[in-house]
């Protein structure tokens, strides 16, 4: 059973512009999570979403959003990049979504440098 | 909201044993979890408890006393491999949240 793939794993970007990210969870999982960690922060909460609905959000900007599709694939979207946002982007799966008990799942990460 | 505590790093010598602590507070509780997580790599699910009392798997248990919103990890017999960061995660209210994690350093 394939685990949860993050697309692309290595990407800089200059201040100003957008990134997408991707991630496809594991079969069968409904909900995906994100998060951003930083050396600082640890893993911070960004949002999840469940049968193409937000279900959360953590207190991040509005310049972060995301979607799901039908298939429960999701993208998270950063808009107007600043230096901060350098981070690893991780995507997380579950059957039933993370705040229910479920385990979550990562993929491999997404790791993003603004310069 | 959430809030989860743990220290930020801990040393331990090869074959020894080391227990994480982990303190939480929060508004919703559907578990709590450990993971593990490499230098460079994505977290690993190691454990779950969501009831009272000590879950035991091979080397590594997790106790959890849902009362007072405390766990811990205990690592046995421990192994240069086991050098990592290991994340108190709580789960409740439509998420998962992350302690800061603890930095794990095995010495020979």
């Known amino acids: 059973k394939a685990g949860v793939t993050q697309t692309p794993r290595y990407l800089i970007k200059t201040r100003g512009q957008q990134v997408t990210l991707s991630c496809s969870p594991i079969?069968?999982?409904?909900?995906v999570s994100w998060y951003q960690q930083t050396p600082g922060q640890g893993l911070q909460f960004l949002f999840e979403?469940?049968?193409?609905?937000?279900?959360n959000k953590g207190n991040f900007p509005g310049r972060f959003s995301g979607r799901q599709f039908s298939n429960s694939r999701s993208e998270m979207n950063v808009s107007t990049l600043e230096l901060g946002d350098s981070a690893l982007y991780l995507c997380?799966?579950?059957?039933?979504?993370?705040?229910?008990?479920?385990?979550?799942?990562f993929g491999e990460g997404s790791w993003l440098t603004v310069v | 909201g959430q809030n989860i505590d743990q220290p930020t790093e801990m040393t331990a010598t090869e074959g020894a044993i080391v227990q994480i602590n982990c303190t939480y507070q929060?508004?919703?509780?559907?578990?709590l979890f450990w993971y593990q997580q490499h230098a460079g790599e994505a977290p690993t699910f190691l454990s779950y408890?969501?009831?009272?009392g000590l879950e035991e798997k091979g080397r590594f248990s997790s106790f959890l006393s849902r009362s007072k919103g405390y766990s811990y990890l205990l690592l046995k017999e421990l192994q240069m491999k086991d050098s990592a960061s290991y994340l108190c995660?709580?789960?409740?209210?439509?998420?998962?949240?992350f302690g800061a994690g603890t930095r794990l350093t095995v010495k020979p």
């Open positions: 997380a799966s579950s059957l039933q979504g993370a705040g229910s008990g479920n385990t979550i799942y």
């Open positions: 079969s069968g999982h409904r909900s």
């Open positions: 979403y469940f049968s193409e609905t937000q279900r």
């Open positions: 929060t508004s919703g509780f559907n578990g």
């Open positions: 408890n969501v009831l009272d």
């Open positions: 995660a709580v789960s409740g209210n439509n998420d998962m949240r």
